[in-house]
Each structure stands twice: as C-alpha cells, then as structure tokens.
C-alpha cells in the first residue's frame, strides 16, 4: 500500500521549491505610472540643470551641471521606480500596497525601503488544481484540498519527489508517479 500521499506530477517537481524570480522578471512587475513619471522626473531635473542653475549668482561649470543635472536625474528617477515596484510587489504579496508606498515615499534616507525589505510577506502561491491562491505555509489548498507539498503517509513530514524513504521516520515511501 501507498505510505506517500499521492500527487499530481507538475506538484511534485514543484513542492517544495518557491518560484524563483529574475531581476528581469522583477523590474516588469514596476508599473507604467512609476516608469512614466520616473521619465518626467529624470527631464525634469536635465531642464532645472541646464536652465535655472546656469542663471544663478557664481554658476558651476557647464560640464558639471551637467553632470549634476544626470546624477539627479538618475536618483530621482531610481527612487521613483523603486516606490512603484514598492507598490507592485506589496500587492503581489497580499500586503496594503497603498501604505507601504506613502511609508517608502515619506519616509527618509532610505529607511522606508529597508523597513519594507525587512518585513515584506512571502509571496502567495496557486493551486495548480483550481487556481486558488494559496499562501506560503499551506500544505493543502483550502478549496480542492489538493495537497500543495509531498508528505510521508506516515508521520507527515514533507518529502523530496523521487524520494524512496521518509526522512524523519525511515518508512518506504510510494513509488513516483510516472
């Protein structure tokens, strides 16, 4: 008889690894509004630059106001992106995105965005089977109650597919499904 609870195959070459991400795949998730306004930031800063700070009393060099007019440019921009990936992923993660982007917005020096990186929640899951979400800790969906991680039948602790024996307790486990 079966000592390991039966599992669809695409759960069992997924069960217990969680979704690994690009960089590429994580600057896609920065919404347009923050790009679009990253972009108006960063000419913005190129105009104030090279127009207003050449007409002050004792102007630095055309050289380095341009310079400091890309430096600028480049930080605000970053700063804006960064709030709206703030934005996209606090949501993606089931968190209050609208709080979390006034607190990395507001806050100073860059302490808004560590706070965030500290305490963010995992990212959420589906269900291969019904495609509800699931969190994190969930060793079964709550509606179809299809199991999200391989166990042992036995003592229920969480197995590796392709596994012959449980880990903690030693008992055959169930051949892989084919």
């Known amino acids: 008889m079966s000592e390991m609870n ?7 070459a997924n069960s217990n690894t969680p979704a690994r991400t690009t960089f590429a795949d994580e600057l896609r998730i920065i919404p347009a509004w923050a790009s679009a306004f ?13 127009l207003i700070v050449p ?12 310079l400091l007019g890309l430096f600028a440019g480049v930080a605000v921009a970053i700063f804006i992106l960064l709030v709206g990936y703030v934005n996209a992923d606090s949501r993606r993660r089931g968190m209050n995105a609208w709080l979390w982007t006034v607190i990395v917005f507001f806050i100073p020096n860059a302490f808004g965005f560590i706070v965030y990186f500290l305490v963010r929640q995992p990212m959420f899951t589906t269900c291969p089977h019904c495609g509800s979400t699931l969190q994190p800790h969930f060793r079964y969906c709550p509606k179809c109650a299809t199991p999200r991680i391989a166990v042992c039948g036995h003592c229920s602790t969480p197995v590796q597919p392709g596994d012959q024996f449980c880990n903690n307790c030693g008992r055959m486990l169930a051949e892989p499904m084919k």
Do not use: E, G, K
């Open 55 to 66: 007409t002050r009393p004792h102007p630095p060099s055309p050289l380095t106001t341009t």
């Open 38 to 50: 990253a972009i108006c930031a960063f000419v913005a800063m190129q105009l104030i630059f090279q």
């Open 6 to 12: 039966q599992m669809p195959a695409n759960i069992a």
